[in-house]
């Protein structure tokens, strides 16, 4: 197979200043007429080379005359030129309605569109497609008006008008140069919400949200979330939008959660579409969170973008700081902390840990999908928060003033951003970058000794990245800990907050005037995304449950304690809850918190996450253990849950807010509690509450609850859930879901058995990852001793991948794991791997992950 390296780069032979492009739009047989102005870079006698994919070419212009002196290679048209300046034209034909695998232009609900990042543009027309060539885009589209009576392109509408034979025409100009992978189209019979914007200069920008008629009612969070997501980077970044309009589309088909194309944003609908009676409270939050990304691309990605695909964490890990910092604006920033701290723990760090690691700037790869990874995105965003904290806001802001500023129109580095963060801050970067290529998560040591006479106190602190494929040895990095330390009989601060930079193997930091037994709080905020071993007892982190004040520490420290309960007991060593449940009662109990954040620091850790603790995981072991415990806290603390059940129920009509999006998450977690013990009247309160809930988050919670356990009311409340819904695709992947990753004995069977349901397919990716991918990460049902659960995953995968490439290799890494669990279940999770490489014409995505997988 053929590997792309960093090291390789080399700078475009030829530039395409301007192209024009004209759409003759048909879902059997779509012809596409590209004009390109290319310009010969630097003295070379180096052929025009444009890559392709799948289409039919018809014919080949040079300067207004046909020419056939071209060959085609690995799909790309080589063409010779003699001159330093040509107009090349060429004409294909495509067929959208064939395109399964969703990237170039393709169908989904009857309407057309186009998704190019990363080289989806190749499949659309031929083009050097590499994001360091930047082009003016003109496009003409004309398609038959009754079918698609909406056409949409980047940029500006210019004009537009009918055609005989009942077609209709419209032209847009984008006058930004863009990369090929930010050109979009649209063509549909859409309905808008509109909206208007002015920006910080006075410019009013005309907005618009596109989706079927029948949705256009579900739109009006996703337009007041790109309103505010506008103003947020204007006051937070100086950052104001540039085109006079902003267009967002909702798709049903899409490989990934939505796409910044400049000026016409295309979204999966899922991130758009929302009402209190189909989108659950996290749903809410997730479409704010990603229509501000795709929004905050505008600087971070369109206006500058990246010079090749190694880059892609410049704009990607980047852009994820960026929306995650606007979501703490806008609710609890604590438990948006909590939650992409959990995200990050849940995905990022197994695949760092794994045969898929890979460092935020990868120097290979054979498939650039394969590597919009949690890595690049969210390792990314940590390592941008790093450079925040470490620079402090201002500096850092003066920094991204510099970078956006100096590389405005251009395509960049990751090295151009740390590069403007150095120069404007004055602070010496230079072993921090070794972020970029280290992959690994860093494991810091820590323990604080303590000399009472002398008031002495000594913070021992050693990091050590293990090792990963490619990568045998590791050189320390720069870790910014936050650090605190409390009087363990007073509870006051006896050693103030401060950022230590641990950045040698090993480092001493020396606290005086410390009188009394310090108490560590290390890692505040979660400053650095490391995994950091203390030696604190149980009494101290149970101390700096309920005591610290920083609430990322507070929470860290009640996770700890329950992981060590845990890890324990799964280890087969006695395990007292007592300490446990006496947190969870003290956090509950404490009327100061906040509901949202009480409701996150008394759930107990993943299975998957208690997993990663263990040196093998035992997915029983772990599975009983946590029951165990929740069973216990549950009844250990009855009429504390039911009283926390019935507080959340008292808000009356539903209202999105963050308090009241607390008290449901609180109301949620209650219940779970409630049921865990084993209460007999479980069922009827869950099932109560599914019936008369105002609002999907208590509707899906209850569901939620009755599906792990066996009461009367489980199949009944799946069978009213899916009849209410049965015509809401996005609802019907949360009832699919929500039985994929139930934690039962029959979750393998059920999910079979779903494959057959008359609403399931995989040609759509949210179905496929509801029940497939949802599958998949349902740690004991995925994993049952006799291999049926890698058997169904590989069978689903090898079928989806001759559909849809992309989508399949992305569900892969559950099987890559293998080396994590006893010697046979990793041996029948190998042979999965084996068999799917060996599968005649499988495709170089899956061939990537499964052959990297083995490794
Ligand atoms: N930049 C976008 C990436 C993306 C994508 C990548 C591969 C295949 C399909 C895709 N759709 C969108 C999304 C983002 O990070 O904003
Ligand atoms: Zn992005």
Redesign the pocket.
Same mark, same amino acid.
């Given at each position: 197979p053929h590997v792309t390296r960093r090291a390789d780069y080399t700078p475009p032979d030829w530039q395409v200043p301007d192209i024009a492009l004209n759409f003759d739009l048909d879902p059997a047989a779509t012809r596409i007429t590209a004009t390109l102005h290319v310009q010969r870079s630097g003295v070379h006698d180096r052929p025009l080379r444009l890559d392709g994919a799948g289409q039919t070419l018809l014919s080949v212009s040079v300067d207004g005359t046909p020419v056939n002196d071209w060959v085609i290679e690995g799909g790309a048209l080589i063409l010779p030129l003699s001159g330093s300046a040509h107009v090349i034209e060429t004409t294909v034909e495509i067929a959208p309605e064939r395109n399964t695998q969703l990237?170039g232009l393709y169908a989904s609900g009857g309407n057309l569109c186009t998704?190019c990042? +990363?080289e989806g543009f190749r499949r659309i027309t031929f083009f050097p497609d590499r994001p360091d060539v930047l082009s003016r885009y003109q496009v003409r589209m004309s398609a038959d008006k009754q079918r698609y009576p909406v056409l949409l392109a980047n940029g500006d509408p210019i004009a537009s008008g009918d055609l005989d034979d009942g077609r209709h025409w419209a032209e847009w100009h984008d006058p930004f140069p863009k990369p090929c992978y930010l050109f979009a189209l649209v063509a549909g019979d859409l309905a808008v919400n509109r909206g208007s914007f002015i920006t910080m200069s006075g410019r009013e920008v005309a907005l618009g949200i596109w989706v079927r008629a029948t949705d256009l009612e579900r739109t009006h969070h996703a337009l007041d979330a790109l309103k505010t997501a506008m103003a947020w980077d204007e006051r937070v970044y100086g950052r104001e939008y540039d085109l006079d309009v902003f267009n967002i589309v909702a798709v049903d088909d899409f490989?990934?959660? +939505?796409?910044?194309n400049k000026g016409l944003n295309v979204f999966n609908s899922r991130y758009i579409l929302a009402d209190p009676d189909t989108a659950t409270d996290y749903d809410y939050d997730a479409i704010a969170a990603v229509v501000a990304? %795709?929004y905050f691309?505008n600087w971070s990605g369109n206006r500058v973008t990246c010079r090749d695909w190694f880059q892609l964490s410049l704009k %990607?890990g980047f852009?994820v700081y960026r929306d995650q910092c606007f979501s703490a604006d806008q609710g609890s920033a604590a438990v948006k902390r909590i939650e992409d701290v959990r995200g990050l723990r849940a995905a990022q760090f197994p695949e760092d840990a794994g045969p898929l690691a890979h460092p935020i700037r990868p120097d290979a790869y054979q498939e650039i999908?394969n590597f919009?990874t949690a890595t690049i995105y969210n390792k990314g965003a940590e390592i941008i928060r790093m450079l925040a904290t470490i620079l402090g806001a201002t500096a850092f802001r003066t920094g991204t003033d510099l970078y956006f500023d100096r590389f405005d129109g251009t395509a960049a580095t990751c090295e151009d951003f740390v590069a403007s963060l150095e120069e404007a801050s004055g602070t010496d970067l230079t072993q921090f970058r070794r972020w970029y290529g280290q992959a690994g998560t860093p494991r810091v040591t820590a323990s604080l000794l303590h000399h009472e006479g002398s008031g002495r106190a000594e913070l021992v602190l050693a990091q050590r990245t293990p090792p990963t494929p490619g990568q045998d040895s590791k050189t320390p990095v720069v870790l910014p800990l936050r650090v605190k330390l409390f009087g363990a009989q007073t509870a006051g601060t006896v050693a103030p907050e401060h950022v230590i930079l641990l950045s040698d193997a090993e480092q001493r930091i020396v606290f005086e005037g410390v009188t009394e037994r310090p108490i560590l709080s290390i890692n505040r905020g979660f400053s650095a995304p490391a995994i950091i071993e203390t030696d604190r007892s149980a009494a101290d982190l149970a101390f700096l449950g309920a005591h610290d004040d920083d609430p990322f520490a507070r929470y860290e420290a009640l996770q700890q304690l329950m992981l060590d309960t845990l890890v324990a007991a799964a280890g087969g060593n006695q395990a007292d809850h007592a300490a446990v449940i006496a947190a969870v009662a003290g956090t509950i109990g404490d009327a100061k918190l906040d509901r949202a954040f009480a409701a996150e620091a008394v759930l107990l850790p993943s299975e998957s996450f208690i997993g990663d603790q263990m040196a093998v995981v035992d997915p029983e072991a772990i599975f009983r253990v946590r029951e165990a415990l929740r069973r216990d806290i549950g009844r250990a603390l009855t009429s504390e849950w039911c009283a926390a059940y019935d507080a959340a129920q008292a808000i009356g009509g539903y209202v999105y807010s963050p308090e009241a999006k607390g008290l449901r998450r609180m109301r949620a977690v209650a219940l779970g509690y409630i049921a865990a013990s084993g209460a007999a009247d479980s069922g009827d309160l869950a099932f109560a509450q599914f019936e008369a809930a105002d609002n999907m988050t208590d509707r899906l919670s209850a569901l939620t609850t009755l599906v792990a356990g066996d009461a009367a009311q489980r199949t009944p409340a799946l069978d009213i859930f899916y009849n209410r819904y049965s015509d809401n695709a996005l609802v019907l992947d949360k009832w699919f879901s929500v039985q994929a990753m139930a934690p039962r004995d029959d979750t393998g069977d059920v999910v079979r058995e779903l494959l057959r349901h008359q609403d399931f397919t995989l040609s759509n990716p949210n179905r496929a990852r509801a029940l497939i991918g949802a599958f998949g990460v349902n740690q004991r049902a995925f994993n049952v001793t006799d291999g049926s659960g890698y058997r169904f995953l590989a069978d689903q995968l090898i079928a989806l991948d001759t559909l849809n490439p992309?989508t399949a290799a992305k569900l892969i890494p559950p099987l890559g794991r293998w080396g994590r669990f006893d010697a046979a279940r990793g041996a029948l999770m190998r042979a999965e791997l084996e068999r799917i490489v060996k599968v005649p014409g499988l495709s170089k995505d899956m061939f990537e992950q499964a052959s990297r997988s083995l490794e």
């Open positions: 990237m998704q990042e +990363a490989n990934f959660g +939505a796409m910044e990304h %795709e691309h %990607e852009t999908s919009y992309q």
